[in-house]
């Protein structure tokens, strides 16, 4: 009888196989065989799926960008552990449903979009392209897609807002100093903007070595980036531009309590959502100290290594917010079908944060436009497939964790 390697030993022979020049006259499995043959793609709607424009992306920026774009913390396996883990939960398809009409629109916070994935907050969009959040306004707006903006955007949130042709949801770092954050939400409501979202994942101190690696391998000076040599984005985004933060040490206060969301709920007046939970504890507090919505986010696996990817922190969240609040997901999201789980999961919508880069980086507006398309292309042929012609019709008996029935 053959006997299966054991998967050390296996891993050392494919790791030996792969150095060997022929290796890539080695058969690959199917979904990859034909990745290398294929010319590269003259234009953004070429590109067969939203994965295809890494390699693009990584090809157009200079290494310190990618790197910025990529990193994770420490090993990045949680950045990894947020894709795989929708690989996990498998979908149960039913026949017998009239799916002549798949509707993938979504309604949040008063105003209906195309389809449930918004573009989630991505600072210093310059650094991929010189439109930046620009180019990014413009697909949203001809895809009709929601954007959140970065504190950190390279661009003013009132040019970004013109160009989506409607308002976006500012994010937040309201930084340790009162007196800024209180101005910070003057500045976002005076701009228009109907929501703001409190960024809570983001404590200072975090090991992103892949960016350093990238750094390293860059010996450009990025003016573009570094206004003046600054790193710290309330000294070089224009959201804190003309305000005092010469007593500013941090993104976040150091106190986050739900005592500091009580004070924070009183300043703002438009909708406040918390981004960045993981535990049904803390969604249970965010909604009990004022949140309007709840997302779902380790940052991408970008602020700390915990390895857990947030599409399986969404149960115990959404089983915590009990409906009161609408309950957001970002991390990993790379498929229609990942979008699908999620919102079988309870999620009401998803966010994308690399992806955007990618497409921004690989064809400027067009790539971001493609990249929303492609979400919503398979998002709508597995709502045909599963028997779900509504985003309501998504419940979570559509999926099953592998192994569990
Ligand atoms: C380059 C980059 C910059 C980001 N900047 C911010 C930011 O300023 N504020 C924030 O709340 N999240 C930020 N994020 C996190 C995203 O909003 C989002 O949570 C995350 O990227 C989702 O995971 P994904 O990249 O796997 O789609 C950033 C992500 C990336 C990749």
Wanted: proline content about 7%; aromatic content about 4%.
């Amino acid at each position: 009888m053959r006997k299966t390697p054991d998967p050390l030993t296996r891993r050392a022979l494919l790791g030996t196989i792969a150095a060997l020049p022929a290796a890539a006259a080695l058969p690959l499995p199917p979904s990859q065989a034909f990745r290398r043959a294929v010319p590269p793609p003259a234009s953004a709607g070429e590109v067969l799926d939203v994965m295809g424009f890494e390699p693009l992306a990584r090809e157009a920026l200079p290494p310190a960008h990618f790197g910025y774009l990529a990193t994770g913390a420490d090993d990045d396996r949680t950045v990894l552990r947020n894709q795989d883990a929708f690989g996990d939960i498998e979908i149960r398809a039913r026949r017998f449903v009239d799916v002549s009409h798949v509707d993938t629109r979504v309604a949040l916070y008063g105003t209906r979009y195309a389809g449930p994935v918004y573009l989630s907050a991505v600072s210093s969009q310059r650094a991929f392209h010189p439109d930046a959040e620009l180019a990014v306004a413009r697909a949203a707006r001809s895809r009709d897609a929601p954007l959140m903006i970065s504190s950190g955007s390279s661009v003013p949130t009132d040019a970004v807002a013109a160009e989506r042709g409607a308002p976006v949801w500012q994010q937040l770092y309201p930084t340790d100093d009162w007196e800024v954050t209180r101005a910070l939400v003057r500045r976002i409501e005076e701009a228009g903007c109907p929501a703001i979202v409190l960024t809570v994942d983001t404590m200072p101190g975090r090991n992103n070595e892949t960016l350093r690696r990238a750094m390293a391998a860059d010996s450009r000076t990025c003016t573009d980036c570094h206004v003046n040599n600054n790193h710290d984005m309330w000294r070089k985004a224009p959201l804190y531009a003309g305000l005092d933060v010469s007593r500013v040490t941090t993104h976040l206060p150091m106190d986050l309590t739900p005592a500091y969301l009580d004070r924070l709920r009183a300043l703002v007046k438009v909708k406040l959502l918390v981004k960045g939970i993981v535990a049904g504890e803390d969604a249970a507090l965010a909604v009990e100290h004022g949140a309007d919505g709840v997302i779902v986010s380790n940052h991408g696996g970008r602020n700390e290594e915990t390895l857990r990817a947030t599409i399986d922190c969404l149960p115990e969240i959404a089983a915590a917010v009990r409906g009161r609040v609408p309950v957001l997901l970002d991390g990993g999201v790379r498929r229609g079908t990942d979008v699908f789980k999620a919102l079988a999961l309870g999620a009401t919508a998803v966010g994308i944060g690399r992806p955007q880069g990618w497409g921004l980086a690989a064809f400027g507006q067009s790539g971001v436009e493609a990249v929303l398309d492609l979400y919503v292309r398979e998002l709508t042929q597995i709502m045909r497939q599963a028997g779900t012609p509504t985003l309501a019709d998504i419940r979570p008996e559509r999926v099953n964790r592998r192994g569990v029935r």
